[in-house]
């Protein structure tokens, strides 16, 4: 391999590594925004980036199989029954985990 090959893998790679990372942070897949920002530079990082807080999102019960699904996902992802909008949400991950700490 020559040395602007070499270099290039280098550069995607750091990409690779943030984007993952960023991705980790927001409570999503760390290989999966790694793939994303190392084959897509630049956008796929930009996505990690933009992309919603998994971790932040309030949380509700399906009712059917109580599953703990995210509140903005119309049908259970288990069992597939339809959702209403709920009267209540279960905290974000994200808040639980800061209740325990401090
Ligand atoms: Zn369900």
Known sequence: MNTYGFGLIVILF???????????????SFIVWFLISFCIPFIGLLTAV????????LRRQCPRCHRVVKLYDAVCMRCGYELEFPDVAIAPEAQLRDGVTR
Do not use: D, M, P, T
């Open 14 to 28: 750091c990409f690779g590594l943030a984007g993952g990372y960023v991705g980790k942070v927001k409570g999503s």
């Open 50 to 57: 933009l992309y919603r807080y998994e971790n932040q999102e």
